[in-house]
C-alpha cells in the first residue's frame, strides 16, 4: 500500500475514492472502503486526516487507533492506496469547491464512498450531494446500525471489549511503546512489557483482560497497581510462554476478555495466586469478532 501525504506523490491513475476520518477501521467504515473496491476498473484508495478534526477544532477525542495502526488496518483490508491529508488552518478554510479539485479531482477521483452523513469544506458546507453537482460518482454508504466510533469509545470505557469487538468486526486493542517499569512482575514470577500509550489514545477501563500480542496469549493489566498503592494508571502484559528483551519496541495488545476488576490484595501470595488464575483464564480466553 502507497501512503502519500500530498496529492502529487499518488501516480496518475484513474481512482475510486473512500474519504473519512476511519478512527478504529471499524465495521461501517469497511462498508465505505468495500464500496470503493467494488467501483470495476479503478484504484480502491483512502482520503483521510490526521489529526482527527474534532481534535482540531478543540473537541477532545479519544482516539480508538493511532495513524500509524489505522494504516495498517486500511493495508488489511485491501487499500491500494491512501492520501493522508493534514487537517490543519489552511485545510479547514478550503471552500469545499476547492478541495474536492485539489484532493479528489487532484488524484484522478471517479467514484466517491463515504458515509451519508460526510461533510467537508469551510464550514463545513461540503457534503455528498455537491460533490454529485461538480461531476462525481457518488455512492452513500447507509450507517451501519448501532456501529460509530462514538459508540465503540463508550463500550471501552466500561471494559466491554466483548461488544466493541462485534462493531469494530476485530478486538479492540491499546497500543505504545514498550518502557521500564518497577519490575515487580518480574520479581513476581510474571514479567510485563510496559507500555507508554499516546496521550491521545483511548485506554479502556481498568481492569484484567486476557489478550493477545506478538503470538503469544498475554494477561493484560490497566491499573493503578492498587495493591502497591499506585495512583498512576498503566498499560502492561505478560506474555505466556515468551522470553525476551522488548524495551524499545512498539506493541499492540489484543484484547479479549475483561477478567476482573484490578484489586488490592492481602498478601503477594493472594496477589501471586490471583496472577495465576489470570494467566489460566487468558490460556482458555477466544478471540472475539
Known sequence: MTVATRPEELEPARRAVAIGTFDGVHRGHRRVLEAAQDA??????VVTFDPHPRAFFGMPVQ????LERRLELLD???VADVLVVRFDEELAAL??????QAYLRGIGAEVVTAGDGFRFGRNRRGDLALLEQLGFDVRRVPLVESVSSSHIRKLLATGDVGHAAELLGRPAEVEGIVVMGDQRGRLLGFPTANLDVPPELLVPALGIYAGWTMGHRTAISIGTNPHYGGTERRVEGHLLDFDGDLYGRRM???????????ASFSSEAE?????????AQTRMAARPG
Open 271 to 279: 496477589l501471586i495466586e490471583a496472577i495465576d488464575r489470570d494467566v
Open 40 to 45: 470495476a476498473g479503478l484504484r480502491a484508495t
Open 95 to 100: 471552500e469545499p469547491e476547492t478541495f474536492a
Open 63 to 66: 482516539l480508538l487507533s493511532t
Open 76 to 78: 488489511a483490508a485491501g
Open 252 to 262: 499492540v495488545f489484543e484484547l479479549w476478555e475483561r477478567l476482573r476488576s484490578e
